[in-house]
């Protein structure tokens, strides 16, 4: 699985002229899910975005040393199969990515899994394979890449803190 995540200002998705989920501050993320992702990649990534520093501290003055749950923040979540995409020649091709009658329930469990980590009424989607405009407003710009693929993956990262 690989996630893009955008601290923004700001960010919304429109299907056909009408905006369907918007947030505040806080974090948009674009998902991209590879046809061998498991449930233990979804576990990762969720875990990793919600426990990114991307925010500083208002009280210490700290730069990177806040999380977007501890910020109150929203997170807004895209799919987004082009994640996955390899140019053979100058034409791009989704082979690895996941297909999308596997893909749309697999991506709905890691929306819900955002929303059982964190606070559902924070979580926002996109509609999954909608044609969609996503509207962001970068703030830093700050944009960091995850792969649950990494093979670092299960030796440090098993416990977050603070």
């Known amino acids: 699985m690989r996630a893009v995540v ?18 505040g501050p806080g974090l948009l993320v674009l998902v991209g899910l590879h046809e061998s992702d498991v449930d233990s990649d979804a ?8 426990n990114m520093r991307l925010f500083p501290n208002d009280k210490s003055g700290k730069n ?3 999380n977007v749950m501890q910020k109150n923040y929203g997170v807004l979540l895209v799919s987004q199969f082009t994640l996955y995409g390899i140019l053979k020649g100058n034409k791009p091709d ?9 893909a749309k329930p697999f991506y709905a ?7 059982r980590s964190y ?3 924070a979580v926002k989607d996109g509609i999954f394979g909608a044609m969609m405009k996503v509207n962001l ?4 710009p700050v944009t960091m890449q995850l792969d649950s693929s990494q093979p670092s993956r299960n030796t440090n990262d098993a416990v977050e803190g603070p």
Do not use: T
Not at 43 to 50: A, N
Not at 96 to 101: G, K
Not at 109 to 115: A, G, M, P, T
């Open 6 to 23: 955008q601290r923004v200002a700001c960010a919304s998705v429109e299907v056909e002229g009408r905006i369907v989920s918007e947030i």
């Open 43 to 50: 576990d990762y990534i969720c875990r990793k975005v919600l």
């Open 64 to 66: 990177w040393d806040q």
């Open 94 to 102: 989704f082979h690895v990515a996941m297909s999308p009658e596997k």
């Open 109 to 115: 469990s890691i929306v819900d899994k955002f929303r």
């Open 119 to 121: 606070n559902p009424d």
């Open 137 to 140: 407003v970068n703030d830093g």
